[in-house]
Nanobody, 116 residues
Framework: QVQIVESGGGLVQAGGSLSLSCAAS????????MGWYRQAPGKQRELVAQ?????????VDSVQGRFTISRDVARGKKMIYLQMNSLKPDDTAVYYC????????WGQGTQVTVSS
């Protein structure tokens, strides 16, 4: 089993920045990829950004150039970060940390609200 702890998020004005952190622990051997999904009210959950075990990153088009996903795997850690800049009201959503191993694991979600 993999346990996930998220932190960060909050309320910011449009154009501002926020950062999210996610730590995976437990049976973390063999993690293939980690990333962030988000779900806005009335919308489907969508992949925002992911980073695989080679460090390759993928972003949804709407955040390309504004969001940066990074990781810290030193000393056996499995942590990822999402730096969100130039935030827009459309970025408002609950953001979930995602871990892909033998199955998918999800964090509890953290709210990001961008006011206009």
């Amino acid at each position: 089993q993999v346990q996930i702890v998220e932190s960060g998020g909050g309320l910011v004005q449009a154009g501002g920045s926020l950062s999210l952190s996610c730590a995976a622990s437990g049976s973390i051997f063999g993690i293939n990829a980690m990333g962030w999904y988000r779900q806005a009210p009335g919308k489907q959950r969508e992949l925002v950004a992911q980073i695989d075990n080679l460090g390759l990153t993928t972003y949804v088009d709407s955040v390309q150039g504004r969001f940066t996903i990074s990781r810290d795997v030193a000393r056996g850690k499995k942590m990822i970060y999402l730096q969100m800049n130039s935030l827009k009201p459309d970025d408002t959503a609950v953001y979930y940390c995602w871990v892909n191993q033998l199955r998918d694991y999800w964090g509890q979600g953290t709210q990001v609200t961008v006011s206009s």
